[in-house]
């Protein structure tokens, strides 16, 4: 079976409406019988708790974290630039480089 991919470049878990949509879109896709790996960047984030837990979806899909250089905090307007940048860059070596 082929897997989808649900790549977004946000901080998970997130209080905004728009990470509750990706995550329970998630779940939606893995509930209907694909198979899903959704992708977000490593990011500092001030809520420490479970993603699963903390959207109350169930664990029928894989989350992976990529790496990205994340100055976001220090300087707000630019930094957010490298860490696009750097997300996009890193997941294009994930799926180049990693089998899938």
Known sequence: MRTLYYIANA???NEKAFSIHMIKM??????NGQNVMFIVPTTRNPIKDDPYEYYGVKRIFKLQRIFSI???VIIPRYCYWVQYFS???FVALRFLFIPR
Do not use: G, S, Y
């Not at 998630?26 to 509930?31: D, G, R």
């Open 11 to 13: 901080r998970i878990p």
């Open 26 to 31: 998630c779940e939606a896709f893995a509930h």
């Open 70 to 72: 994340d100055l976001v």
């Open 87 to 89: 997300f996009v860059f």
